[in-house]
């Protein structure tokens, strides 16, 4: 079946730049969670969702970054006035559950110049 | 959340076994162990998870001793194809989504 689907793929922003990231989880699962991962680094957690409810946003770096998932299914990460320093991969995750494993998408390499 | 600690590479020969050691000395008693595999340009991906002894999948094997202090994570008879990062996680499941990976161990098999 269809795994986690991430948008756009590549997306390069110039310093000051908004810009919105799109995640689709797979269908019917509850949870989603964003990810921030630096070059040679492992993930780090930026945010969760339950259904539309974003139980916990502690890993957002700054109020620049913003995320949505208003009807419990698609879920947008955004980052206003872009730096240099946002430049990662943002990745997306779903489950069932907040107990159960997490699937992963392909993430967005996002590149701010 | 317990600390993990791995290698920060590997290599092996393609048929060979390999084993990446983790440590966790602070694991909590609720925390369950799990390992994830991420290839270039792609998000990470579940490989096993284990509790306690050992769990066996078709993928690999994890091997936990009796204080679960650490954890070992066991390849069979690799492939050029499981040239990755491994990651060893500890956590009482994703709940609330703080999953902490730390760098990972690079694994490289060579022909």
């Known amino acids: 079946g269809a795994g986690v689907s991430q948008s756009p793929r590549y997306k390069v922003a110039k310093r000051g730049q908004d810009v919105a990231l799109r995640c689709d989880p797979i269908?019917?699962?509850?949870?989603l969670f964003w990810y921030q991962q630096a070059l040679g680094q492992g993930p780090e957690f930026l945010t969760y969702f339950q259904n539309e409810a974003q139980l916990d946003k502690s890993g957002l770096p700054s109020d620049r970054f913003f995320a949505e998932r208003p009807e419990g299914s698609v879920s947008t990460l955004k980052i206003q006035r872009t730096q240099q320093e946002d430049s990662a991969v943002y990745l997306c995750?779903?489950?069932?559950?907040?107990?159960?494993?997490?699937?992963f998408g392909n993430g967005t390499r996002l590149t701010v110049t | 959340l317990a600390k993990t600690t791995q290698p920060v590479s590997m290599d092996s020969y393609e048929g060979q076994e390999v084993n990446i050691t983790c440590s966790h000395n602070n694991i909590a008693t609720n925390d369950y162990i799990t390992w994830y595999q991420q290839f270039p340009s792609q998000g990470p991906r579940f490989i096993i998870q284990g509790y306690k002894t050992k769990v066996t999948n078709e993928v690999a094997s994890l091997f936990i001793p009796a204080d679960r202090k650490s954890s070992t994570l066991s390849l069979p008879r690799v492939s050029l194809s499981d040239t990755a990062v491994y990651y060893c996680?500890?956590?009482?499941?994703?709940?609330?989504?703080?999953?902490?990976f730390g760098q990972g161990t690079e694994l490289s098999v060579k022909p």
């Open positions: 269908s019917g699962h509850v949870s």
């Open positions: 996680l500890v956590g009482d499941g994703p709940q609330g989504g703080k999953l902490i």
């Open positions: 995750a779903s489950s069932w559950d907040p107990l159960e494993t997490l699937h």
